[in-house]
């Protein structure tokens, strides 16, 4: 079936080549048109040239077209997929300096140590919002599908107040099952799981292997291989020291994010001083250092790549990417009824303990009539205590701040921060956030 995908801030090389590739692999997609959007030209060309050579190399016409116009690339579209970091990394690490400089730690709350802090959503949540309203002009049919962070704040603030545009937020956060299932030696084909939760914020609450239940078998890696692992694998690591003391502590697995410095080094406890995050293995500034290394060597990768001799196909595989935009676009367009983790409004109490209008992250059965997210198992009242706490409390409050324009609203915020202990605190690090040069705009919008 033939359908039009546009991808904004499709410069993103990797993401993009991922895109394309299981395009390539999914006989039901490989007429559509996939139209690339970015205001880097030199990043959109080689994402551009790379995605094509690949195609060809896989003998697969696709019409794939780049343009600078966020409004042209919409033009027709059924899937629109918002990619877009506004402003790159140097926000995220200036403001983690100043933040430092404060006293505020990695292992606080989202909105300070983490890449969704406020003044990153700030531009993230109206870049959102105003994408947005161009799909309602232009292709008002189209789904919406919202891989930019935050998606937790970006999906409850947008189906609030937008509740009839049809928008899902993805993120592979989920597939961290599938590294437990490696370190435990079990095939992951023989696996199933239901992992609720928030976005960034999702645990294990069922797990077979073999239609068999595999908590004995959790267990087992547990008691018996675990602590060893956790000696050699990397720091700050999913499956690291902190996550088996979390597993022990609410008898359900972190998946993921969850606990790692990618979803903000939850929870605090374990970031207390630099002697308490050498007992758990824990180092969210290398865990970033890597991160930030490994972005900037994929974007000269995909440069190298696009522009160099060779097949693409030989150096990046032919497996299916973990992405589920792909996979949730064919069930949508092509009626192949499948199940996807998706974040949506929590509408029909899916998970329960969440309120109905925030945003969770569950399965949902997914075909031509649309996205309808199933009923998860409870979780444990100490994980949602947590939840409500340390995630769902701080998005709140953060929404109520950027709805209202109010600083003293941001200042709340902060002092949320287990790492915050007297209101100057908080309000020096805001003026010190809001003073940078580059941010004149959103120390206008918060009078």
Request: hydrophobic share 40%; aromatic share 12%.
């Amino acid at each position: 079936m033939s359908v039009k995908i546009s991808i904004i801030g499709a410069g993103s090389g990797m993401f993009s080549l991922n895109l394309v590739k299981d395009l390539c692999l999914t006989p039901n997609l490989l007429d559509s048109e996939i139209c690339f959007m970015d205001i880097n030209e030199e990043r959109l060309e080689a994402s551009y040239t790379l995605c094509r050579r690949f195609a060809k190399e896989q003998g697969v016409d696709l019409n794939i077209t780049r343009t600078l116009d966020r409004r042209e690339c919409l033009k027709g579209a059924d899937f629109v997929i918002n990619t877009v970091l506004i402003g790159g990394y140097r926000g995220w690490k200036e403001g983690w300096g100043i933040g430092k400089k404060w006293g505020y730690r990695f292992g606080g709350s989202l909105h300070i140590m983490h890449d969704e802090a406020f003044w990153i959503n700030f531009y993230q949540l109206r870049m959102m919002e105003d994408i947005l309203l161009d799909i309602r002009e232009i292709c008002p049919d189209a789904w919406y599908l919202m891989v930019a962070n935050p998606v937790m704040a970006g999906i409850t603030y947008l189906k609030r107040k937008y509740p009839e545009i049809k928008l899902v937020g993805l993120c592979h956060g989920y597939a961290g099952v599938y590294e437990l299932a490696e370190q435990m030696g079990l095939e992951e084909d023989n696996i199933s799981y239901e992992i609720p939760g928030i976005n960034h914020f999702v645990w294990l609450r069922h797990f077979y292997y073999k239609g068999q239940d595999a908590t004995p078998l959790v267990d087992k890696w547990v008691n018996e291989k675990a602590e060893e692992f956790g000696k050699t694998c990397s720091k700050s690591y999913c499956l690291g020291p902190k996550g088996i003391d979390l597993y022990k502590r609410y008898g359900i697995f972190p998946i993921g994010d969850t606990a790692n410095a990618g979803g903000g080094a939850w929870g605090s406890w374990y970031h207390t001083s630099k002697e308490e995050e050498d007992k758990w293995n824990e180092d969210p500034d290398e865990w970033f250092r890597g991160y930030f290394e490994y972005s900037i060597g994929q974007v000269e990768r995909i440069h190298e790549m696009a522009f160099g001799n060779g097949a693409v196909s030989d150096q990046i595989g032919m497996e299916h990417s973990r992405e589920p935009m792909i996979p949730l676009i064919e069930a949508l367009a092509s009626n192949v009824e499948r199940v996807v983790i998706v974040n949506v409004l929590n509408d029909k109490e899916y998970v329960q303990g969440v309120p109905k209008d925030f945003e969770v992250e569950i399965p949902a059965m997914v075909s031509k009539k649309g996205i309808q997210g199933l009923h998860t198992s409870p979780l444990p009242r100490s994980v949602l205590a947590r939840m409500m706490h340390d995630r769902i409390s701080t998005v709140e409050m953060e929404l109520a701040a950027f709805e209202k324009q109010d600083k003293n609203l941001l200042v709340d915020l902060i002092m949320m921060d287990p790492h915050n202990r007297t209101r100057e605190q908080a309000e020096g690090f805001l003026e010190e956030i809001l003073n940078l040069p580059y941010h004149t705009e959103m120390k206008e919008y918060y009078h």
